[in-house]
């Protein structure tokens, strides 16, 4: 059986890397002591937080608890991504996971995969498990008789050896209730009955002790589930610092347990308790008004203080605010949950959205409309085509405008023919949302100047949710095309628009889709830092971006861009193990297999989804390289809707002719696809005066942009024709220094510069000296092909 201190140093050992450690065990059974022994002996800063029972409904109220700062609760990557910023190297602790707030939950595995968290739970409870599935679950022991009796003693004074086993006997091993108990019997006050619950009667006992105002300020404290000042908890605040059971936080008191202070406010009879939430109703801002006005059994005025206090804000705390009021048993005017759903949607919500809107009643045309849109945001189209059909050709224009939208977007998923017919009757819109949906329709067909009218909805800012999704389907669609420059340049300019509004999820998947549009064209480097598009500034940023908290597509693009680079500049190994947990995307698909490919396991390499697009042809490509290391000689069908550049590659693959051509198709889309295609060619071409030229060229661009792998494949093509390549030697004869040496194994696992800097406790810019002073002793043109041959060669000699 383990004691506390092997607890805390399971928990320890549990938290080397980032990751999510869970101290699980009954009431009173003591985690909040083994949580407060393994924070003991972390190194690093301790960021304390956790749950409150009374405001389980605070939006992030037990993270805010633990960074000491407002955050972002409308927004599970955004507050993830605000509470990694901050923690950092550090330790997250939340006590009381059970009572944690619904956004808390949501954002706790993200924060684990970049944090080192650990928390405290108690048994039983009602956490959805998926929360729980990473996590290493340790369980609090019940203390062994010896330990319980020692403890009784402890804290009971005088008591005879029958008292002690019958205190032992009834407490069960639980240390709270050994304790209370014990205090009890040395008391002369005797042992309870058997079948009462003893933790909750040992600490009503205790609590019985303390005067009047104390405990109706101790239960104050469990009501309001934040630091108080001492003025609002009345006179019996001084009792309790006396007795210990608060201590001073510096923005006001706190309870040391907040299981007491919150077993406290439960131990109050009905009337007191809800005379204590009117008085702190009295005494909070109206937001915080609003949830005691509710909890005292006054729906009608924590439905006006909730109003009062959303007119007062915007954004996530706005919809929060209406949504609240909204679910409050008292007639809610239908304008209140139109602006209810509104606020959710813009706040990016939309299931919630939805969701205040469905009554079963008539709510009037601007609901429906609202409703549509917002069961079309949530991937609904059926249904949402269902919610605007009963709106009338006489509504407001607006509402029409509204109307047509939905329908049109719901027919593109469910219909795509349709909505071209439709797009076509609703052309001369002056609708910003409808024009983007009719923008959206031609762009899916490709009709002429689909991508100017794309560019023009999103840019039209009128409607933000609907330019968004304008300009995200204009990133996708052109590099999609293969028109990856093009794609970048309006990610880009659509991030900056989203940083402008503080929409971060939106900025992060920009940011992303450009990077991984970058990493795919391939620009050669033009020295460190000098273009967007160089692979060592796009790895660089996608790295960082990787490590942040960011929604699903914004983490597949980003992991796939650098993975791209890592892998195609000879750092197989980070790449294998940077997608070996990636998300399943069809670009972190195809990295997977081409990394595959390239580290010279073809059979890893030729199976996977087709698709469309310029994925789908660089699939289709991958494939064909594949089979032809594995001997295969059938040549699948050619995928539909794909660049022509795929097309006439995979067209050559088909006849065995026709290499050439198809690498100059790929010089305006993606370098290392031209360098793929004269490899080929020196493969394929009858003439070999023809195949030593493609493979000098080819081996002349991949040495160029650093493609190490690529370059060693043209050299082997070579050799097959007698034509000897020596592998370029160092432009200087220098050893690499230790540190260079560790910096340079760091970027080999793929580690960003940040990250390294912090790993070496030197600054960024020592890391990029050191990178720098690599590349130009290995005769490398990037950073990732330095740690690639540094790696490759086990980083030779090292001076001393």
């Known amino acids: 059986m383990a004691d506390p201190q092997d607890l805390a140093g399971d928990a320890v050992a549990g938290l080397r890397a980032p990751g999510l450690v869970i101290i699980a065990g009954p009431p009173g059974a003591g985690r909040t002591t083994h949580l407060r022994a393994a924070a003991a002996t972390m190194p690093g800063p301790v960021f304390a937080g956790g749950g409150l ?267 929060e605010l209406l949504l609240f009021a909204c679910d409050l048993p008292v007639a809610i005017d239908p304008r209140v949950r139109v602006a209810a759903a509104d606020a959710a949607l813009t706040a990016g919500r939309p299931r919630a959205a939805a969701a205040v809107l469905d009554t079963g009643e008539p709510l009037g045309v601007d609901a429906d409309a609202l409703r549509g849109e917002a069961l079309l945001q949530a991937g609904l189209p059926a249904r949402a085509r269902d919610a605007v059909r009963r709106i009338p050709d006489d509504a407001p224009a607006g509402v029409l405008a509204a109307r047509d939208r939905v329908l049109l977007l719901a027919d593109l998923a469910l219909d795509p023919p349709a909505a071209l017919d439709r797009a076509g009757a609703l052309a001369a819109t002056a609708s910003p949302g409808l024009a983007a949906a009719v923008a959206a329709v031609h762009a899916v067909h490709r009709t002429d100047g689909w991508a100017t009218a794309l560019a023009a909805a999103a840019a039209d800012l009128a409607d933000r949710p609907a330019a968004r999704a304008a300009a995200w389907q204009l990133v996708e669609t052109l590099a999609a095309d293969g028109r990856l420059t093009e794609s970048a340049a309006a990610a880009r300019t659509a991030a900056q628009t989203c940083r402008a509004d503080l929409a971060y999820g939106w900025e992060t998947r920009f940011l992303a889709a450009a990077d991984w549009a970058l990493a795919l064209h391939g620009a050669p480097p033009l020295g460190p830092g000098n273009a967007p598009g160089d692979p060592d500034e796009v790895q660089r940023r996608a790295a960082n971006l990787a490590d942040r908290s960011l929604p699903d597509d914004a983490r597949a693009y980003a992991t796939a861009a650098v993975a791209l680079v890592e892998a195609d500049t000879g750092l197989l190994a980070a790449a294998r193990a940077r997608l070996g947990d990636a998300l399943d995307h069809p670009a972190t698909g195809w990295v997977s297999r081409e990394a595959a490919w390239l580290d010279g396991q073809p059979d890893r390499a030729t199976a996977g989804p087709g698709g469309q697009g310029l994925l789908g042809g660089l699939a289709a490509i991958t494939s064909r390289w594949a089979g032809h290391d594995l001997g295969a000689r059938d040549a699948p069908p050619i995928p539909e809707h794909v660049p022509a ?64 792998i690529l370059a060693g494949r043209a050299r082997r093509g070579l050799r097959r024709h007698n034509v ?67 790696f490759a060669n086990d980083l030779g000699e090292v001076s001393r």
């Open 53 to 319: 029972a009374m405001l389980r409904t605070v939006p992030a109220l037990a993270l805010s608890r633990a960074v000491r700062a407002r955050l972002p609760g409308h927004d599970v990557h955004l507050l993830a991504e605000a509470v990694r910023s901050r923690v950092k190297g550090g330790l997250l602790v939340l006590d009381d996971l059970q009572y944690a707030d619904p956004a808390t939950l949501a954002a706790l595995p993200l924060i684990a995969r970049h944090c080192r968290v650990l928390a405290a739970l108690r048994t039983p409870h009602r956490v959805d498990p998926a929360v729980l599935a990473s996590a290493t679950r340790l369980d609090v022991p019940p203390l062994d008789r010896a330990a319980a009796t020692d403890l009784a003693r402890r804290a009971g004074g005088q008591l005879d050896e029958p008292a002690l086993a019958a205190v032992v006997d009834r407490a069960g091993g639980n240390p709270l209730a050994i304790s209370a108990l014990a205090r009890q019997a040395g008391a002369g006050r005797g042992a309870p009955a058997a079948d009462i619950d003893q933790v909750a009667y040992a600490i009503a006992t205790a609590l019985a002790d303390l005067p009047r105002p104390a405990r109706t300020a101790l239960a104050a404290l469990g009501l309001l589930g934040r630091p108080a000042p001492a003025a609002l908890l009345g006179p019996g605040a001084s009792d309790l610092v006396t007795a210990g059971l608060v201590g001073d936080a510096g923005d006001g008191l706190v309870p040391t347990s907040t299981y007491v202070a919150e077993t406290a406010a439960g131990l109050l009879d009905a009337e007191a308790r809800t005379d204590l939430h009117r008085r702190l109703a009295e005494l909070t801002p109206p937001a915080e008004a609003a949830r005691h006005l509710a909890a005292a059994g006054d729906p009608a005025g924590a439905f006006r203080r909730a109003l009062a206090a959303a007119d007062a804000t915007a954004g996530g705390d706005r919809a």
């Open 645 to 708: 550049a795929a097309r006439r590659t995979l067209l050559a693959w088909a006849t065995g002719t026709g290499f050439a051509a198809a690498a100059d198709a790929w010089t305006p889309t993606a370098l290392r696809e031209q360098i793929r295609c004269l490899l080929a060619a020196g493969l394929h071409e009858t003439t070999p005066g023809r195949a030593v030229d493609a493979l000098l060229t080819a081996e002349k661009l991949a040495d160029a942009a650093g493609l190490t």
């Open 724 to 790: 000897q390549r020596d592998v370029r030697s160092p432009r200087s004869g220098s050893k690499l220094t230790n540190r260079e040496a560790d910096v340079l194994r760091l970027v080999a696992a793929g580690e960003p510069t940040r990250r390294i800097a912090g790993q070496l406790g030197i600054s960024a810019e020592t890391v990029d000296t050191h990178i720098r002073a690599g590349m130009r002793k290995l005769g490398a043109r990037t950073r990732t092909e330095a740690a690639a041959l540094a």
